[in-house]
């Protein structure tokens, strides 16, 4: 399967064409790109992410999940939800500095608004990230009012626009084993969070990281290159 990465921007126009192995990782499709635009790994701090949503929910890809995972599981998504879906290589600065915080044990507590499925608005809750769950309360030691363990995740940066969060930090969390299928009944992409903190939003994500890829954080940049150095003959260059 041939895929196109667009860099910087989709506007840019600027893109490559990348024959998929079903064992590509994200870190290999980056150094693929990387070398074909004539950036060293080491210097770049460009990051391979998930674009959804006409670009409303961009999430950055671990370097270690397998690229076909990312793209097939669009296949079970609605219409509406998948139709402007892509993949971007950019630089993320929340992202790196969420990476700087990522140093665990990690586990944070706060106040943040936060919006389901259903709801019309955004009301303020207790969210925890700790020992590999989310949780969200009404309030301090109130009773759970949702609560999923990392795994059964994925998460977004940003919000669907018709959402109109309160502010313009946003993570957007859907169930990886669901059909995103937005109907009357359940009219919204995701469970979304704001923060109007941008100190906690960044400790949020940082503590997301961890607690997703505790033991692999950081790709190794050699084993990446030895795989585009055999590879490189996949590469097709689109102007």
């Not at 840019?12 to 290999?28: D, H, I, R, Y």
């Not at 989310?134 to 940003?158: C, F, H, M, Q, R």
């Amino acid at each position: 399967m041939r895929l196109w990465v667009y860099v910087d921007t989709k506007s840019s126009g600027n893109c490559v064409c990348v024959l998929v192995k079903p064992n590509m990782t994200a870190q290999e499709m980056t150094e693929k790109v990387l070398t074909e635009k004539n950036l060293s790994a080491a210097d770049s701090c460009l990051v391979l992410h998930e674009v959804v949503m006409g670009g409303a929910l961009q999430r950055p890809i671990h370097h270690s999940e397998l690229v076909l995972d990312v793209t097939l599981k669009w296949g079970s998504w609605g219409e509406q939800e998948r139709r402007d879906n892509y993949l971007l290589l950019k630089r993320n600065i929340l992202y790196e500095e969420a990476l700087n915080h990522a140093i665990p044990p990690l586990s944070v507590f706060g106040e943040a608004m936060y919006s389901d499925l259903k709801m019309k608005s955004f009301k303020k809750y207790m969210l925890s990230m700790s020992n590999a769950r989310l949780t969200i309360n009404k309030n301090e030691g109130s009773v759970e009012l949702a609560s999923w363990p990392i795994e059964d995740i994925s998460w977004y940066l940003g919000s669907e626009q018709k959402r109109q969060p309160p502010f313009s930090l946003n993570m957007t969390v859907i169930h990886r084993n669901e059909d995103v299928i937005r109907s009357k009944d359940r009219p919204h992409f995701g469970h979304t969070v704001s923060f109007e903190s941008r100190d906690f939003y960044i400790k949020w994500i940082a503590a997301m990281l961890v607690a997703e890829h505790v033991n692999n954080l950081h790709p190794s940049l050699q084993s990446s290159s030895n795989q585009t150095e055999e590879d490189n003959s996949t590469l097709v260059l689109i102007d």
